[in-house]
């Protein structure tokens, strides 16, 4: 079906408004306005505003945004609660806790001159910063495919409004626009979906470990004034989790933000091996732990949401350019997974690429050419020191456990600086650590009493999430008869419980036979965390934009 | 034919409203707002009555601080041909509203203001009445559909008895109903031209307005939680069940 499309001509298209697409638009109109030069700089969103999709804790680090503005503060970022305290819990149990002794606590993870930010209030302030020196933006709109011609991206095509379920024009089709430029920055976070189409056509992870990745799952919850303390900051490894093996790791995140908001997170790395493991229930009873029960009892929940985590770090990172591209902030991996912080280190990435760009345009450069520059830029930042650092601490939690893996990582970090002189490799992909259903046993999780913890729907409605019911469904199976053919007896279909949304549901009696079911998916639940299209132990699930503003619409995340 | 479209920026449908937690209000701060869905459907009435060749130019109004900028711009982007933006942040209610639109109609000369029938913050569902009030010019609310003819337009009302049709003189109000239509996508294009469309500025004062309070929120509460639902298995366990709670 070939349809008109209207085309817009651009110096760079940036896909994706988070702390990376955003950071790297300001700066190329920066360097821009040193050099007394244009940039046309267009940034396109599929949240239905700037924010609306962005989930992350958030402890800050302020160190790339020192450098891209140093006058925030005048400016009026919201980066208004300082830590004032870090704790970091063992849970051994149910009811069980060890604080670390400050002494013991790796240099990773202090958080002095840290701040306990909403990221998407940040990205809401940095695009006000962006349009003022004149970038576009235009949320609501995703980038559905890259424009490739004779192996070169020259932009990306936004996905068509108003098709019907069944991929028919209704009244009102919209053709997607296209947006071309000399050079397209891909910014659409940890597993973005043109990020991974193009790490595969132009083999750019062909030297890199395999990714890594973790899902997590927030809530914001108001307290009673009294039960406030601004700033506190409190991490925790263990149960619900494993300590000392290594088949369910994670950790988790509760934080003490302005306006008597605590948000509280367990993430789960994707590695995990039991097909019944649900992350969602792991979370809802997490809460009930002592420890953290204290701080949320007498408050009510306000907000709901989850994401993917990408957290390989630099052993897993892809070539960063390819012809007429770039990939930064999560959609290549920036993330340092020893601190959970991939904010400042999106924004650096967006920033060194910014450079790269402007630099190569100004030279005369007519785009198209794989950006050499950026990655150079790259290795000589501390970005690349700090990820050097961190490199090896993922693959020790994942070989040893959180304790043992996290004392090694104590070892590292504090006496050798995060300079061991080796590093060490994790080979094993997220999607193929699972278990056998037959060989794993199966979870009892704890119902949710309506206080501490809650049932996924009630969740999913706290996140706003929403699409336009009548589209295509916008998860693909490659084979549609996996899901019941394969996964339900391998796996007793894992999406049912990895997805933290209540998309996929295996529908049928309990006792009736695999041909009497039916797997079915309520694709407007999709809070676009993209859990499916990494842990699908067939990878047969396939994440595509959906129409443009549809998703969550998250506040303060 | 000069149409007038009033655009309110309110917090989007799709959030979940919270009240402050001591009462004085919903909290607004980092909340995604979005055109009022009642002005949405106004602006796609104008669009398409310029389409039609009934009117030849739309003027959308807004009253609100800087951030109302981007409900214009949407304005524009469905087809506004220009735009006004009347600079007032504080609390604005319809009375005042009303005064500034009447004030804006007269000086524009338009022969017909489309409003909203409610707008969804505060579903106080008097802006259009007042103005026709104000301006001593006719009223068609509710309107579920909207013919203009010449000097006259002919509007089918929604009442709670079913349908009402009613011919009115322009210039007039009308204010719109859920089901007068469903407005379009937003094309990126037009909102790529809407950047560039003109916005006047203007103030109450310019304007000649002296904002009033008429009424004071004292108190705001979020509705009772419901309690949660049983589930029957049968007709008359259904049956049942409501003579128990006495509404059979
Ligand atoms: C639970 C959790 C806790 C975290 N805690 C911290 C923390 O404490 N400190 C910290 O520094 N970091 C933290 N992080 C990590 C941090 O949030 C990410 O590293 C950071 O958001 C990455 O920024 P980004 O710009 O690369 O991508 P994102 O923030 O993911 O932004 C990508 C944007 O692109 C848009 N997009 C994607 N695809 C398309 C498309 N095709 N078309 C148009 N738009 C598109 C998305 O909607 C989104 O707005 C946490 C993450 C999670 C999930
Ligand atoms: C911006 C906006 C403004 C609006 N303004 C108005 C207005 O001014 N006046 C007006 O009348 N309407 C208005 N509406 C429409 C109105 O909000 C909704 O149509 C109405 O609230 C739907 O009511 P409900 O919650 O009972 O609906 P629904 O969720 O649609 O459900 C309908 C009924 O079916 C029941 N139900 C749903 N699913 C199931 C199930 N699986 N099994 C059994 N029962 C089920 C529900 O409990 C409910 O009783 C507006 C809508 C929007 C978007
Ligand atoms: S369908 Fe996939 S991307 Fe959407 S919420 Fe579920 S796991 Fe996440």
Known sequence: MSVERDVMEYDV????????GLAAACRLKQKAAEAGKELNVCVVEKGSEVGAHILSGAVFEPRALNELFPDWKARGAPLNVPVAGDEIYFFRSPEAAFKMPNVFVPKTMHNEGNYVISLGNLCRWLAKQAEDLGVEIYPGFAAQHAIVEDGIVKGVQIGDMGINREGEHKDDFAPGMELRAKYTLFAEGCRGHLGKQLIAQYQLDKDADPQHYAIGIKEIWTVPPEQHKPGLVVHGAGWPLNLLGTDALGGSFLYH??????????????????????????????????????HLEGGTRVSYGARAIVKGGLNSLPKLAFPGGVLIGDDAGMLNFAKIKGSHTAMKSGMLAAEAVAEAIFAGDEGGKVLNGYADKFKASWLHDELYRSR???????????????????????????????????????YKTLKLASESQKIEYPKPDGKLSFDKLSSVFLSS????????????????????????????????????????????????????????????????????DIKDPAQNINWVAPEGGGGPNYANM | MKALVSVKRVVDYNVRIQVKSDGSGVVTDGVKHSMNPFDEIAMEEAVRLKEKGKITEIVAVTIGGDKSEETLRTALAFGADRAIHIKEGGEVQPLTAAKAFAAVLKKEGAQLFIAGKQAIDDDANQTGQMVAALLDIAQATFASKVEVDGNKAVVTREVDAGLETIEVDLPAVITTDLRLNEPRYLKLPDIMKAKKKPIDATTFADLGVTPGAGFKVTKTAPPPTRSKGIVVKTVDELVAALKAKGLL
């Open chain 1, 13 to 20: 298209v940036v896909v994706g408004a988070g702390p990376a």
């Open chain 1, 257 to 294: 933000f302005e306006n008597s908001q605590v948000v509280v997170g367990l993430i789960v790395d994707l590695s995990y091996t039991n097909p019944y493991l649900s992350p969602f229930d792991e979370f809802q009873r997490f809460k009930h732990h002592p420890v953290i029960r204290k």
């Open chain 1, 392 to 430: 090896n601490f993922g693959v020790f939690l994942h070989k040893f456990g959180s304790l043992i893996g996290g004392a090694i990582n104590y070892v590292e970090q504090n006496w050798f600086g995060g300079k061991f002189p080796f590093t060490v490799h994790d080979l094993k992909p997220d």
């Open chain 1, 465 to 532: 999430t929403n699409h336009e019911e009548d589209q295509p469904v916008h998860l693909q199976l490659k084979d549609p008869s996996i899901p019941i053919g394969k996964n339900l007896p391998l796996y007793a279909e894992p999406a049912q419980r990895y997805c933290p949304a209540g998309v996929y549901e295996v529908v049928g009696d309990e006792g009736a036979k695999p041909s009497e079911k039916r797997f079915q998916i309520n694709a407007q639940n999709c809070v676009h965390c993209k859990t499916c």
